[in-house]
């Protein structure tokens, strides 16, 4: 399996930023997909998931800013960030959840890095 994450950058406290990730080797759409995040100096945490048909889950510290969706048809998974904090500075990764605090794929994409600053 392969997670290429784009759409990163540079954007001001309170801005909006929209994340893709392509998924490619495996057969996307039965898989309940997560975006991560990782601050430096921090865990890899789960941020969003969304399951196959569409059943969205947040974390409490970005539930009502962040908006997770995918696209079945071409195998990607997107994350909408809006009312962007300093805090949201990390890098972004997508993978698939499974069980607590694991992934069902070992592999990792590159991320993606979301920077929140004046």
């Known amino acids: 399996v392969q997670f290429v994450e784009s759409g990163g950058g540079l954007v001001q406290p309170g801005g909006s930023l929209r994340l893709s990730c392509k998924v490619s080797?495996?057969?996307?759409?039965?898989?309940?997909m997560g975006w991560y995040r990782q601050a430096p100096g921090k865990q890899r945490e789960l941020v969003a998931s969304i399951t196959g048909g569409g059943s969205e889950n947040y974390e409490s510290f970005v539930k009502g800013r962040f908006v997770i969706s995918r696209d079945n048809s071409k195998d990607t998974v997107y994350l909408q960030m809006n009312g962007l904090k300093s805090e949201d500075t990390a890098v972004y990764y997508c993978?698939?959840?499974?069980?607590?605090?694991?992934?069902?794929?070992?592999?990792w994409g590159q991320g993606t890095q979301v920077t929140v600053s004046t």
């Open positions: 993978n698939v959840p499974w069980g607590d605090d694991n992934t069902y794929f070992a592999s």
């Open positions: 080797g495996t057969d996307f759409s039965v898989y309940t």
